[in-house]
């Protein structure tokens, strides 16, 4: 017979199909123990304490990274991150460090929201500064611990406005303005404000610092020492040992003694505080390049808002 004749070997196709469904299998049978593991996971190891660091001004936008800093969540995924973390059995309590001026009223409420309804105990550490909407959001907390010198308080809401009419008119530039009613341009930069335009903006300011004063108030109870606490809901800002006689935190002490406090409150054992199990709750920013042109555009559109309210 011709060797180009010659019949070729049959190649082992039930082989390779056996060994496809062997590796299939194997794959199928680590997914389902990989589940099982986690599903007890705290059993057999114990239940950790998470903690979530608040290092970042409170906006609905947020900023992606730049060259010049790490950018922060806006207010709704950095809430998201929050209310996940009731649906973790490997986490027995929460714990926030704070290290924020405050921020928008509306992004300060919707992380507030997520924190106060946190079924696991949470536990707020002040670090350096908790001022203002910081503050707010820490007091949907079971227990607070500042650092005796951390900066906090600042109970308060600001709206600001830049008046640029004697710069253009020194530079020449007349803005026209036609618009559908007297209140249209409120908080115009382009002239002065009216007493009317002011008293309309003081009674918006003091029913928001109203809310933050009652969210205050309902969290707190009688922990606040009502002598103090009224004289100093003013907007100034409070050393962690002035926020302590006033009854605004509940004890002083370093981020150890918060993350012991917390585990205390989960019934989480240990017999020294460093045996405590730490679950750290990534809140990093993963959008931006190295120039971060995007984030540097929204921060700057950001800031160019106005009228806005802000607790900071």
């Known amino acids: 017979m011709p060797s180009n004749l ?10 390779i199909l056996g060994t496809a469904l062997i590796l299939a299998l194997i794959f199928i049978v680590i997914i389902g123990l990989f589940l099982v593991l986690s599903a007890f996971t705290p059993s057999l190891i114990g239940q950790c304490v998470a903690v ?12 992606p990274p730049t060259l010049f800093d790490a950018g922060y969540l806006g207010s709704e995924e950095l809430a998201m991150e929050i209310e996940a973390l009731d649906q973790r059995q490997d986490i027995g309590a929460v714990v926030f460090v704070f290290n924020s001026p405050g921020g928008s009223v509306v992004a300060t409420r919707e992380v507030y929201t997520a924190v106060e309804e946190l079924e696991k105990p949470s536990v707020s550490y002040f670090r350096e500064v908790a001022a203002s909407g910081a503050y707010y959001v820490a007091a949907g907390t079971d227990h607070i611990v500042s650092d005796p010198d951390a900066i906090t308080g600042s109970i308060g809401v600001i709206a600001t406005f830049a008046q640029m009419q004697g710069l253009f008119e020194k530079i020449g530039v007349n803005v026209t303005t036609v618009q559908s009613g007297p209140y249209k341009d409120i908080g115009s930069s382009y002239r002065e404000m009216t007493e009317a335009e002011q008293a309309i903006f003081q009674e918006l300011i003091d029913e928001v610092y109203q809310e933050f004063r009652g969210i205050v108030l309902e969290n707190r109870g009688d922990r606040l020492n ?12 409070l050393s962690g040992r002035q926020a302590y006689r006033a009854g605004l935190v509940d004890e002083l002490g370093d981020k150890k003694d918060a993350i012991q406090r917390a585990a205390d409150m989960a019934s989480i054992s240990y017999e020294d505080p460093a045996d405590i199990r730490i679950c750290p709750i990534d809140t990093a920013v993963s959008e931006g390049g190295l120039f971060g042109v995007e984030g540097i555009f929204r921060r700057l559109q950001a ?4 009228p806005s309210l802000s607790y900071k």
Do not use: C
């Open 226 to 237: 009502m002598a103090i606490f009224d004289n100093v809901t003013d907007g100034r800002i």
């Open 303 to 306: 800031e160019a808002r106005t």
């Open 6 to 15: 010659r019949r070729r070997p049959a190649r082992p196709s039930g082989l």
């Open 52 to 63: 979530v660091d608040v290092n970042m001004p409170l906006t609905v936008e947020g900023a």
